[in-house]
Nanobody, 121 residues
Framework: VQLQASGGGLVQPGGSLRLSCAAS????????MGWFRQAPGKEREFLAA????????SYAESVKGRSTISRDNARKTIYLQLDSLKPEDTAVYYC???????????????WGQGTQVTVSS
């Protein structure tokens, strides 16, 4: 599967963004989908994952309560709604696909190109 992330940009602290990740290929609905991010000088970190049907989700503590991951299998797209953004949320955000339920980067075989999110006043 090929993934294309979009929706990043410059947002003020306290603002919101919705990231999208469009997939191509027939296997989308059979894949666990996740979002990761990588800030400058830091390792890539897991943010959220969504199950095949979208009924089960998991979040990292860093974004729990202020983010929502969802998927639309008909559109082959996943989303990450980010609210109450902080300067420390500044990073490149990546979507990824896995055949297993995991928060570990190594479990995700397909990656989007990343979209930059900058939180600054």
């Amino acid at each position: 599967v090929q993934l294309q992330a979009s929706g990043g940009g410059l947002v003020q602290p306290g603002g919101s963004l919705r990231l999208s990740c469009a997939a191509s290929g027939r296997t989308f609905s059979s894949l666990i989908m996740g979002w990761f991010r990588q800030a400058p000088g830091k390792e890539r970190e897991f943010l959220a994952a969504v199950s095949l049907s979208g009924s089960t989700t998991s979040y990292a503590e860093s974004v729990k309560g202020r983010s929502t991951i969802s998927r639309d299998n008909a559109r082959k797209t996943i989303y990450l709604q980010l609210d109450s953004l902080k300067p420390e949320d500044t990073a490149v955000y990546y979507c990824a696909a896995s055949s297993s339920w995991s928060k570990y980067e190594s479990a995700y075989a397909s990656w989007g190109q990343g979209t930059q999110v900058t939180v600054s006043s």
